[in-house]
């Protein structure tokens, strides 16, 4: 995607062929810093502080840490070492998990001297794969805001509702809910995206609203609980978000508030979709609404906010009494009964254990109780 009318990634090799360079998403947007990871703790420390954030670069992110850990010291105890420490980072994206376990599987048959180059072109390759993905995942996304547009008559604009960020700064590039809003953008279509502010970190008025801005995508950022109303109004005509997790059933885990975005869909009639790469399903789940682990994080996230001053200097003040003790969730479970539709790499089905195995048959029994 577009950062300064150039194209970039969020994760690349650097110039000397080895180290990682990353964007900082924690200085977003009011500066574009990139960092460079040398070793498997600096990957570690870049997903754990959410310098990269999102599924899906998350996965790539501790790919590219294994590789780090294996160019020094390629032994099966370094190997499980270091998935051991990527894996402790951060416990709900499913694909982190799913990242280290292919390296890993990967790495089991090859000899020490081996192993660092093939990590390399794995993570590499998982990359690649993401691209494509999540431009799979854009056209078929595609066709649903082009039968909005068609429905609405070809007049006026697409409204869009999006929470938390799923765009290319959550994954390599595209996004997964932004990329069908990019290709709706570059064919024509007058899309508007309202974009939720998501507290406690605020992915979307810093993340979201940026990147939509850097590409030219027209968009409003408004506070968490906007939506509702917007809803009850008229002036959303399709709800979209990413997703960290989904079960074997369709129940989607994501950002917290998405549940309440649903709620609200479902209760004026709004479609509501979410986007998400295959990687992303965790098949071991079923139902899954109490199983998928919610991780809690530092409640200074909750109980401090970050900003730029007037005169351009970063402060961090605290908006809550002293002793006051914070509860900061970072995710929650939308039933499948909330969502219109999942929308894939490989098509659009209903959040139920017969859509998504109608596009994914060698998946056929995942997720079912004995």
């Known amino acids: 995607m577009m950062v300064q009318g150039r194209p970039m990634r969020t994760i690349w090799l650097a110039e ?64 499980a070492r270091a998935g051991e420490t990527l894996l402790a980072t951060r416990p709900t994206a499913v694909n982190l ?125 408004i506070a968490d609980n906007v939506g509702g109303h917007l809803m009850q109004h008229g002036e959303v005509d399709l709800c979209v978000t990413g997703t960290d997790r989904t079960t074997a059933a369709g129940n989607v885990c994501n950002k917290i508030g998405t549940y309440l975005k649903a709620l609200a869909a479902q209760d004026n009639a709004v479609p509501f979709y979410v986007a998400l790469p295959g990687p992303t399903i965790d098949w071991t789940l079923g139902d899954g609404l109490g199983e998928v682990p919610i991780e809690q994080r530092d409640g200074r996230e909750l109980s401090e906010v970050s900003g730029r001053t007037a005169d351009g200097r970063m402060e961090t003040v605290r908006i809550t009494p002293e002793a006051s003790p914070v509860a900061n969730y970072a995710f929650d479970v939308t039933p499948a009964r909330l969502v219109t539709g999942l929308i894939t790499e490989r098509g659009v089905c209903p959040a139920s254990s017969e859509g998504l195995r109608s596009l994914y048959p060698e998946r056929a029994g995942a997720g079912q109780t004995p």
Not at 35 to 61: K, N, Q, Y
Not at 111 to 136: F, G
Not at 139 to 153: D, N, P, Q, T, Y
Request: charge should be negative.
């Open 16 to 79: 000397d062929g080895w180290a990682v360079e990353i964007i900082d998403q924690t200085q977003l947007p009011h500066a574009f810093v990139t960092r460079r990871l040398e070793t498997l703790e600096d990957a570690a420390h870049a997903i754990r502080t959410m310098l990269v954030r999102g599924a899906p670069l998350i996965g790539a992110t501790a790919a590219y840490g294994l590789a780090l850990a294996l160019r020094g010291n390629a032994s099966d105890e370094t190997l």
């Open 97 to 221: 998990r799913w990242a280290i376990e292919d390296v890993t599987g990967r790495m089991q048959d090859l000899a020490p001297a081996d192993r660092a180059a093939a990590a390399y072109r794995r993570a590499a390759e998982i990359c690649d794969e993401d691209v494509e993905i999540c431009r799979s995942i854009g056209r078929h996304g595609l066709a649903v805001i082009e039968r909005i547009w068609e429905a609405k008559g070809r007049k006026g604009r697409v409204n869009l509702l999006t929470h938390c960020n799923a765009g290319w700064l959550a994954t390599v590039d595209w996004g997964t809910a932004t990329a069908p809003i990019y290709m709706a953008h570059d064919t024509g279509i007058p899309v508007h995206v309202w974009v939720d502010e998501t507290r406690p970190r605020n992915q979307g008025a810093a993340l979201t609203a940026w990147e939509l801005g850097e590409h030219g995508v027209a968009h409003t950022v």
